[in-house]
């Protein structure tokens, strides 16, 4: 019973470019969450979806990034035009519903590194 | 938002010692979960605890639901070197899509 599995788990971009971090939830879990981790920091939430629904994106900055979970296939979180500040331990986790008694499932991360 | 604050920030402990770190809120929260996280990977769940008052062990571990809602500890008692990480406390409220992070409390634990 596979986990959470995320890659690339390390990726390197230079300023301008574009990152796409694939994540695909445990067998059967539908509901998947997108963190961000800076460095000494804890886990900051972006974005919420169920498959081909965006449910809250209210943590995820307004211009450059989105997330989608198509119907078939792993969810995506792309950040358009990579700059410097963008570098942080990203977290996909997943759960098998939503509200309380929610345990979220996380995945290894992937580590983006802009150059 | 809630914040959640967590302390210590870091502890230095002896292999064998009890440890105690905390996190408090300064909203409610329905669930309370610790997570622990290693150099290099994702948080891993340690005790999700979802009733007020509510008293959780895993192995050495043990955690509380703080009667007010707002706060939540985590013990690890008889400590050994591989006990070495990050804990984080999180918290939800009920039917929020996302969990708030304490910011971590570094754990070292000299043989």
């Known amino acids: 019973n596979a986990g959470v599995m995320q890659n690339p788990r390390h990726l390197v971009r230079r300023r301008g470019q574009e990152a796409r971090l694939r994540c695909s939830p445990m067998?059967?879990?539908?509901?998947v969450y997108w963190y961000r981790q800076l460095p000494e920091e804890g886990l900051k939430f972006m974005v919420y979806l169920q498959k081909e629904n965006i449910i809250d994106e209210s943590g995820m900055p307004k211009e450059r990034f989105s997330a989608e979970f198509p119907k078939e296939g792993p969810s995506i979180l792309r950040i358009q035009q990579v700059v410097r500040g963008d570098s942080a331990a990203y977290f996909c986790a997943s759960s098998p519903r939503q509200g309380a008694n929610n345990e979220q499932f996380f995945g290894p991360g992937t580590r983006l590194t802009v150059l | 938002g809630q914040q959640l604050n967590q302390s210590p920030q870091s502890m230095f402990i002896q292999e064998g010692e009890d440890v105690s770190m905390n996190c408090t809120s300064s909203s409610i929260f329905n669930t309370w979960l610790w997570y622990k996280q290693e150099p290099g990977e994702g948080p891993v769940l340690l005790i999700a605890?979802?009733?007020?008052?509510e008293l959780t062990s895993n192995g050495r571990l043990t955690a509380q639901f703080g009667i007010t809602r707002k706060d939540s500890f985590l013990n690890i008692s008889a400590s050994i070197p591989s006990d070495v990480g990050i804990y984080f406390c999180?918290?939800?409220?009920?039917?929020?899509?996302?969990?708030?992070f304490g910011a971590g409390t570094r754990l070292t634990v000299k043989p």
């Open positions: 067998k059967g879990h539908s509901h």
């Open positions: 605890l979802y009733k007020a008052g």
């Open positions: 999180a918290g939800q409220m009920y039917n929020n899509n996302d969990m708030r």
